[in-house]
T-cell receptor, first 113, second 114 residues
């Protein structure tokens, strides 16, 4: 039972354009959502998060949007840079679930020159 | 260092042998996770420790896998009678375990079963 889904395994974007990575979830108890970035041969690193009481959180070039009614979140990166090329994982947790993080399967982003 | 430390970074073992993977979480973090990432796959949850609560073992793929966390700090993931399908990168993460907090990952242990 995949409670957090990233339906696009890969995405290719030109440098300077916007990258939009999508994530859907099924568990309505999730109340905190995160995005992680992973380079090859490294552990994932935390990027940005959003609480369920908000619908948008922005940090520099990265913005996360949350649509609770659709159980959907997205990560926008603008402008995209070649160094953004990595695998992006979304994750979610629920206070009622002991705050355990549940991850999606990841989306490979490639930013081309 | 102040981050999550995993050892060894690489491990090659023969099929049928037992292996132990170690994780040193960030000091003060009460929650500890083990995940694995097989080639071309996402992050597969294995086990979750949170404070003194009973661990969530729901992700362990078989009874050959076990993990313990001694003194609420260091954790060891043990795989008995390794199989080739156990080959993967095993990732450990830790967090404060409270609501709305992120987890920090180690660099992982790349396990290769030959």
């Amino acid at each position: 039972d995949q409670q957090v889904k990233q339906n696009s395994p890969s995405l290719s974007v030109q440098e300077g354009r916007i990258s939009i990575l999508n994530c859907d979830y099924t568990n309505s108890m999730f109340d905190y959502f995160l995005w992680y970035k992973k380079y090859p041969a490294e552990g994932p690193t935390f990027l940005i998060s959003i609480s369920s009481i908000k619908d948008k959180n922005e940090d520099g070039r990265f913005t996360v949007f949350l649509n609770k009614s659709a159980k959907h979140l997205s990560l926008h990166i603008v402008p995209s840079q070649p160094g953004d090329s990595a695998v992006y994982f979304c994750a979610a947790s629920a206070r009622g679930g002991g705050n355990k993080l549940t991850f999606g399967t990841g989306t490979q982003l490639k930013v081309e020159l | 260092g102040a981050g999550v430390s995993q050892s060894p970074s690489n491990k090659v073992t023969e099929k049928g042998k037992d292996v132990e993977l170690r994780c040193d979480p960030i000091s003060g973090h009460t929650a500890l996770y083990w995940y694995r990432q097989s080639l071309g796959q996402g992050l597969e949850f294995l086990i979750y420790f949170q404070g003194n609560s009973a661990p969530d073992k729901s992700g362990l793929p078989s009874d050959r896998f076990s993990a313990e966390r001694t003194g609420g700090s260091v954790s060891t993931l043990t795989i008995q009678r390794t199989q080739q399908e156990d080959s993967a990168v095993y990732l450990c993460a830790s967090s404060y375990g409270s609501a709305n907090t992120e987890a920090f990952f180690g660099q992982g242990t790349r396990l290769t079963v030959v």
